[in-house]
């Protein structure tokens, strides 16, 4: 059974830093490309972050350029999202994803996803 679940979430006031965490089981990950959403209440669900467990590269929304961080460890399986200097704007639940096909920032290319894990950056 595929399972992602994220952890880390809470309430930081605006100017700290979270990291989550998105602990893949159920099967291998390697191969797949890893996100980060989030949607916030009356929104879309939007992209946050993505990388391949084995890539360098890193994508970003441009909201989060600079301070967010997304990383891996493979030995875990775990994908983490560092995310400083907060703003209330980026109050949403956050959601992990897996896509094996690839990177995208669209959520529908995702065939995995995580519970979420709720964000709230009071001012």
């Known amino acids: 059974q595929v399972q992602l679940t994220e952890s880390g979430g809470g309430l930081v006031q605006a100017g700290g830093s979270l990291r989550l965490s998105c602990a893949a089981s159920?099967?291998?990950?390697?191969?797949?490309?890893m996100g980060w959403f989030r949607q916030a209440p009356g929104k879309e669900r939007e992209f946050v972050a993505a990388?391949?467990?084995?890539?360098?590269?890193?994508y970003y929304a441009d909201s989060v350029k600079g301070r967010f961080t997304i990383s891996g460890d493979n030995a875990k399986n775990t994908v983490y999202l560092q995310m400083n200097s907060l703003k209330p704007e980026d109050t949403a639940v956050y959601y992990c994803?897996?896509?094996?096909?690839?990177?995208?920032?669209?959520?529908?290319?995702?065939?995995?996803w995580g519970q979420g894990t709720q964000v709230t950056v009071s001012s």
């Open positions: 994803a897996a896509d094996q096909r690839g990177y995208s920032r669209d959520p529908d290319r995702y065939d995995y």
């Open positions: 990388a391949a467990w084995s890539a360098t590269i890193k």
């Open positions: 159920g099967r291998t990950f390697s191969s797949y490309t």
